[in-house]
């Protein structure tokens, strides 16, 4: 089931004042426009908060439809007028007649400045791909946070055996990738976060070879782990072939095509089964995984982290993202907690990424590496070494900078 919200606000109205004070303007137009577009007129609900013939308060009007609603608050004294019209699209797709009617009423008020916003709701899977105009969609943050984007068009949507998968083409980052409504990477700004995943503990390694990735199914972290002369094969473990597979499709310019490189071993598995499976030690661990949820809720326990620890080598090394501590600092600062409890040296670092809308906290943690202990002249060297000029976040000024947090952050996370 999915429907269309449409939203509309309009300013310095230049209709005739009555329009602004009667409803009855208002629900002969819009009565006339459902007849008109197909759709059914139930009743209507009128509040008039005039107290006299004299007053110029303005109304609030419903008119219920058997597709859902379309109402009306105006407020003559400012010129303004706030509408919005939903339409369910169970049986048709009522989507151009709700934009048929409400471009219908926006004419009525007269309005020198309109904004206007669709969203849609409902099941995502059930969702039109050729949209016509730019969509916003949506991610909660937590309770009472949420942000999103417009994309012109769904360029794949489909429920793999773990989650639901969504490319969008969005104006501003162009192809998107989101799993379960979570934007996950884009072509614009994906680096970053990629980049931050990898390089930093890269650095202060300095002979890192065998190289695992837990998650990473767009192949981001892939790609910047390629970049390096690696002489051993790297393994990556992806719970879901499906994002692996829309990843090749419409994510090359994120991943450079790296899951065809014949360095790469892909394991289609759980991240724990594998680990509980194979023996193979690393010198790194890069946990490029989803939230803190399902499919991948039970890689942020403490016994994972345990199992972790016991396949680095000596001086080896894990990163992983703890989530966002301005929104959920709890949930952030127990995962800390549960890597703290199996790891010597824990040392958070961070960054704002701006597809997720928030400051991200990463960490690196290890039995005896230190990541700050790396100075600016090694790191320069490192990157000259190995071509990785051409890095755009990452960078030897950049590296202590993801290193400072700021105090209260330092306060709510427990971090020295």
Same mark, same amino acid.
């Given at each position: ?18 329009? *602004? ?366 071509? *990785? ?28």
């Amino acid at each position: 089931m999915t429907g269309l919200h449409i939203t509309s606000d309009l300013y310095d109205c230049d209709c005739a004042d009555n329009v *602004l004070i009667e409803p009855e303007h208002f629900l002969g137009r819009v009565r006339h426009a459902v007849e008109r577009v197909g759709l059914t007129a139930l009743r209507d609900c009128t509040h008039r908060f005039s107290q006299g013939s004299c007053d110029q308060s303005g109304f609030t009007s419903v008119l219920l439809l058997a597709e859902s609603h379309i109402s009306v608050h105006t407020w003559p004294e400012m010129r303004y007028i706030s509408m919005d019209a939903y339409v369910c699209n169970h049986s048709n797709d009522n989507s151009d007649a709700a934009r048929d009617i409400m471009a219908d009423l926006v004419a009525l008020f007269e309005p020198r400045n309109t904004e206007r916003n669709e969203v849609w709701r409902g099941y995502q899977e059930q969702l039109p791909r050729d949209a016509t105009e730019p969509r916003l969609y949506l991610e909660w943050l937590n309770d009472t946070a949420a942000f999103g984007f417009k994309a012109r068009s769904i360029l794949e949507s489909r429920r793999s055996q773990f989650q639901f998968i969504e490319v969008l083409d969005c104006p501003h980052w162009g192809r998107t990738l989101r799993l379960d409504e979570r934007y996950m990477t884009s072509e614009a700004e994906g680096f970053i976060y990629h980049e931050l995943m990898v390089h930093p503990v890269m650095a202060a390694h300095q002979s890192a070879s065998s190289i695992l990735i837990i998650g990473g199914g767009d192949g981001g972290v892939l790609r910047e782990v390629l970049r390096y002369p690696i002489t051993e094969p790297v393994d990556l473990v992806e719970i879901d072939p499906d994002v692996i597979e829309v990843s090749k499709r419409y994510l090359q310019s994120v991943n450079h095509e790296a899951f065809d490189d014949p360095k790469v071993r892909i394991h289609v598995s759980d991240a724990q089964t594998y680990m509980t499976e194979s023996h193979r030690m690393y010198d790194l661990i890069l946990l490029d995984l989803t939230d803190e949820r399902p499919p991948a809720a039970h890689l942020y326990d403490r016994p994972f982290f345990a199992l972790l620890r016991t396949r680095l080598n000596v001086g080896g090394a894990i990163v992983l993202h703890c989530g966002s501590p301005y929104y959920d600092p709890t949930a952030t600062a127990a995962i800390l907690e549960r890597v703290r409890a199996e790891f010597s040296v824990v040392r958070p670092f961070g960054a704002y990424i701006p597809l997720y809308g928030t400051y991200l906290l990463f960490a690196v943690a290890s039995q005896s590496l230190d990541v700050q202990t790396v100075g600016k002249p090694d790191i320069g060297a490192w990157m000259k070494k190995f071509q *990785l000029t051409d890095l755009r976040y990452y960078a030897p000024e950049m590296h202590h900078a993801i290193f400072s947090i700021p105090p209260f952050l330092k306060a709510a996370l427990c971090v020295t």
